[in-house]
C-alpha cells in the first residue's frame, strides 16, 4: 500500500472505531500485551539488529540506550498496555453543557480526534504506547519511526496490529509506514482530510522539520532545555539530591534538566561540593567564568552552550544575581518544557512558578517527574511544549476533541 493509501485505510477504520465499545477497546489492550510478551524473541531479534546496525554506524550511546529492548522493557511496554485499559475511556465522557432559554438542550461531549499520525525516533517503546493510546481514545495511528529501529518498530507493530483486530478493532486502526525516506514523513504531514493531526517525537531537528513543513495540524512535542536554579538559602542537601536526579537519572530524555543555575550567595556553600559531585558521577561541566574560575576541568561555555539539549552527561551550569536574573535566562533559552526552583523562599518560589512559561514548573523536586505515568495519566504519547489544544504530558484527554450535542422539540431560530 502507498502511503495515502494506507491514510485513506485508516481513515475507514477510525469511522468505524469511534463507535467501538469500551469493553471492546479494553479487550484488544489485553490481547496486545499478552501478544508483546508471547512474541518475545522474534522482537527481541529484531531490535539486536537494529542495535547492530546502530553500533555500526557509531551510534551516541545515550541513543543506543533508547533503542534497547530488554525482557524487561518489554514486560514494561505490555504492563503500559494494561493500565491503560485501566484508566477510564474518555470518549463520550460529558463536559459540558445546558439547557437555553428556548428549550434546546445543548451537550459537550469528547470524541476521537479521527487519524493521528505519529513520527518518532529510536525509541521502540513509543510504538505500543502510542497504538495502546489512540486506540483506548477511539483513533486510527499511522506510524512512521525512524530507520535506526525499523526492524523493531515494524515487528512491534505486526504484533499489535494482529492481535488488535483480532480482538475486534476494526481493521486499517494500526497503520506502519515501512518506507525509511524521509520523502515518507513529507508525504504524510501534507495529507489533509485523511490525517487529522501529526505528533512528531524525537530530536529538535525531527520536530521543527515537522512543524516547518506540515499542512496537517501538528501538537509540537518536547525539546527539553530544563533547568533547574538554586536559590541562596536553599536546602542544598536537597538541591544536590535534585541536580543530580535531574541530571543523570536517565540524561537522553527530554525531561532531563541541561542547565544549573545557582544564586551568586549559594556559591560559596553549594557550588563547588556540587562541581565535584556532578564530577564524580560522569557529568562534563560547561560554565561560565566563575564556574570555571572553581573547576580547572570545566568547559567554558558559548552562547549555543545555553541553548543545547545535550541529551547526554553534559551540563551547563552559570552564576546568577537572583531569582530575576534566573527568570530571565530561563525565559530567554528554556523551550517552555519543565523548570525548577529549590528554595526555602516561598515568595522566590511563587514568583518563579508565575512567570516562568513553561509546561511544567516545579519548586523542590526534579524535572525528571514530567512524565503522563508520574503523573497518574498511564501512559502519554508526549510532551507538548506548546499552548493550544494540549500541554504537558498528553494522555487520553488530550488525544480527543469534542462535539455539541444539541436535542430540541421543534424550535426555529426567529
Known sequence: MTIREQAQAAAQAARKLAAVSSVVKNKALEAMADALLAAEDEILNANGEDIAAGEAKHMKASLLDRLLLTPARLADMADGLRQVAALKDPIGEII???????????????????????IYEARPNVTADAVGLCLKSGNAVILKGGSEAIRSNAKIAEVLKNAAEAAGIPAGSIQFITSTDHAAVQELITLNGLVDVVIPRGSGRLIQAVVGNASVPVIETGVGVCHTFVDAGADYAMAEAIVINAKTQRPAVCNAMETLLVHKDAVSDFLPHMLQVLKENGVQVIGDAAVCALDAEAVAATEEDWATEYGDLRLSVKVVENVDEAIEHISRYGTKHSECIVTRNVANARKFQQLIDAACVYVNASTRFTDGFQFGFGAEIGISTQKLHARGPMALPELTTYKYLISGDGQVRP
Do not use: C, D
Open 96 to 118: 459540558g453543557g445546558s439547557t437555553l432559554p428556548n428549550g434546546l438542550t445543548v451537550t459537550k461531549i469528547r470524541v476521537p480526534l479521527g487519524v493521528i499520525g505519529i
